[in-house]
């Protein structure tokens, strides 16, 4: 009954013809703001019936705004739209990742570091037992160090007699 009130307020006839002549987000907002005056013009319609149809033309405008949401006009990613066009990339005969080939190189470890250092356990941490102490494991981060180097140059200032502030050559 509510629902074929409203739709008649909005004057779209039955519920199911109601959806069929909606097509637009501008045909619901005109459509909503028709019905926002029927509904103020209305006199026959209990307070809490209309007080009901305007939340429920609230929660259409709402919810009409959310669908109409695309990563052009929110800050949603173009990723996570799922109406956003997607670029003609065709797949490539080739397998992902390294391929044949290139010749790759591996950094292999070296017999003298620049630095070491000797990481320490806390054998507080370890599960409760008996442990004894078994060399080393080792692994080498290889970072690559640039420097600045600000160089001054000193130049010796002859002045002759006549002419003051001349630098020599």
Same mark, same amino acid.
């Given at each position: 009954?509510?629902?074929?009130?409203?739709c008649c307020?909005?004057?779209?006839?039955?519920?199911?013809?109601a959806?069929?002549?909606?097509?637009?987000?501008r045909d619901?907002?005109?459509?909503?703001?028709h019905?926002?005056?029927?509904?103020?013009?209305e006199? #026959?319609? $209990?307070?809490?019936?209309k $007080?009901?149809?305007?939340v429920?033309l609230?929660?259409?405008?709402?919810?009409?705004n959310?669908?109409?949401?695309? $990563?052009?006009n929110?800050?949603?990613?173009?990723?996570?739209?799922?109406?956003?066009?997607?670029?003609?990339?065709?797949?490539?005969?080739?397998? $992902?990742g390294g391929?044949?080939?290139?010749?790759?190189?591996?950094?292999?470890?070296? #017999? #003298?570091?620049?630095?070491?250092?000797?990481?320490?356990?806390?054998?507080?941490?370890?599960?409760?037992?008996?442990?004894?102490?078994?060399?080393?494991?080792?692994h080498?981060?290889?970072?690559?160090?640039?420097?600045?180097?600000?160089?001054?140059?000193?130049?010796?200032?002859?002045?002759?007699?006549?002419?003051?502030g001349?630098?020599?050559?």
């Amino acid at each position: 009954m509510v629902a074929l009130s409203f739709c008649c307020l909005l004057g779209l006839g039955c519920p199911k013809q109601a959806f069929a002549k909606i097509a637009t987000p501008r045909d619901v907002d005109s459509a909503i703001s028709h019905a926002k005056q029927l509904l103020e013009t209305e006199r #026959d319609i $209990s307070p809490a019936l209309k $007080s009901a149809l305007e939340v429920i033309l609230l929660l259409i405008a709402v919810l009409l705004n959310r669908v109409t949401l695309n $990563s052009k006009n929110s800050s949603k990613p173009p990723a996570s739209d799922p109406n956003r066009k997607k670029g003609n990339r065709k797949k490539s005969d080739k397998p $992902s990742g390294g391929q044949e080939s290139h010749v790759g190189t591996t950094l292999q470890k070296i #017999d #003298d570091p620049d630095e070491i250092e000797i990481i320490t356990i806390d054998r507080r941490t370890l599960p409760k037992g008996r442990y004894t102490a078994d060399g080393f494991e080792t692994h080498q981060v290889f970072d690559i160090d640039i420097s600045r180097v600000v160089t001054e140059y000193h130049r010796r200032a002859m002045l002759p007699h006549e002419i003051p502030g001349l630098l020599s050559p």
